[in-house]
């Protein structure tokens, strides 16, 4: 499967990093609506970890939460490679919105 791996700097702080990634998969099915499915979020001290189904593909990873960036390492199915880029390209700004 291929990989994505983003860092989203920050300078809010650990905790409160954490506290605005919370949901965040909610806020992307409240703008795409029926593109995107079967959210699962589970969170812990440092990062969590997500999954989705985006126009049918799915897409897993996990979070890695700092006082100063977040980490943020994706999979997806090899049918979804030749949208690798606008993939990385919503989650970075998705995350860097919700850390402003």
């Known amino acids: 499967m291929p990989k994505t791996d983003i860092t989203v700097?920050?300078?809010l702080g650990k905790?409160?990093?954490l506290t605005r990634l919370h949901g965040m998969l909610?806020?992307?099915k409240e703008n795409y609506g029926s593109q995107v499915s079967d959210l699962e979020e589970n969170w812990h001290d440092d990062g969590g970890s997500f999954?989705?189904?985006a126009m049918g593909f799915k897409i897993s990873g996990d979070l890695a939460v700092s006082d100063n960036d977040v980490r943020i390492?994706?999979?997806f199915?090899?049918?979804a490679k030749?949208?690798?880029s606008t993939i990385e390209t919503a989650i970075r700004?998705?995350?860097?919105r919700l850390l402003a």
Do not use: C, I
């Not at 700004?93 to 860097?96: G, K, L, P, Q």
């Open 9 to 11: 700097p920050h300078s």
């Open 51 to 53: 999954a989705f189904k």
């Open 82 to 84: 030749p949208f690798q």
């Open 77 to 79: 199915p090899w049918a």
């Open 73 to 75: 390492d994706a999979e």
């Open 93 to 96: 700004e998705r995350a860097e």
């Open 15 to 17: 905790t409160e990093a």
């Open 26 to 28: 909610a806020s992307v």
